[in-house]
């Protein structure tokens, strides 16, 4: 209980001394002491766990619904930015949307990563363990050549194996969910091979878990 009032306290003086700054997701605490503000405000919001999702952050003050969440997709995603040399990052509300040609992942027509591909999802794997308060959607696409049932079958197999291979990476199995769509889908028109190639693919759908969630809505309630 001293513990979590010395605590408060701090947080109280640092959101005083801090310079206030946004982003499109919420208010933002900037300033040399955000990593120990953010930290606070975790601790605040969730105990230990609380204090690790807020030291991450860097800092984020309370009273914006949806400011602590924004704030951790928004450094996830620079994080992701930064390790993958062929997945394309987009943030989407928040939500990450991580995308792959499948030809980067897989040979044509197989569902086994290949060799090429390990040390891209490899980079992946470890950003995702750097975030542990996010879960994941696999999803496979396919373009319209070949038969609806194969193609859908494949789309499953090449998500399960992505889900395969970062559970191998140390990226807790309950995190994560594949589903196939086959050619159901399709991003682009498939009457061209531009179109096709671009629905030859795997996303990765990032969203924040429950206890992020939680964190989030403690935050929120803190400067009242």
């Known amino acids: 209980m001293n513990r979590i009032i010395v605590t408060g306290t701090l947080v109280a003086v640092l959101i005083v001394s801090a310079c206030a700054t946004s982003s499109g997701t919420g208010a933002l605490a900037g300033g040399g002491g955000g990593a120990l ?15 690790l999702i807020g030291a991450a952050l860097g800092g984020v003050t309370g009273g914006v619904s949806g400011a602590l969440i924004g704030r951790y997709m928004d450094k996830q995603k620079e994080a992701l930015d930064r390790d993958l040399k062929s997945g394309y990052v987009e943030k989407q509300g928040n939500k990450l949307v991580v995308k792959f040609n499948s030809g980067i992942l897989f040979d044509t027509d197989q569902a086994e990563v290949k060799p ?3 040390k891209e999802l490899a ?15 696999i999803l496979g696409y396919t373009d319209s050549s070949g038969g609806q049932e194969h193609n859908l079958k494949l789309s499953q197999e090449r998500a399960k194996a992505v889900v395969d291979y ?18 159901s889908q399709p991003s682009s028109s498939n009457a061209t091979k531009e179109g096709r190639e671009k629905n030859r693919r795997v996303e990765i759908h990032i969203e924040p878990n429950e206890e992020l969630k ?3 809505k403690e935050n929120a309630q803190q400067k009242s």
């Open 123 to 137: 980079d992946f794997a470890r950003v995702l363990r750097e975030y542990p308060d996010t879960n994941l959607m």
């Open 116 to 118: 090429a591909a390990q």
């Open 214 to 216: 939680t964190a989030d």
């Open 166 to 183: 970062l559970t191998s990476s140390q990226i807790e199995r309950k995190r994560l969910v594949s589903q196939g769509f086959g050619e």
């Open 37 to 51: 503000l953010g930290a606070g405000i975790g601790a605040l919001a969730g105990g230990t766990k609380g204090a």
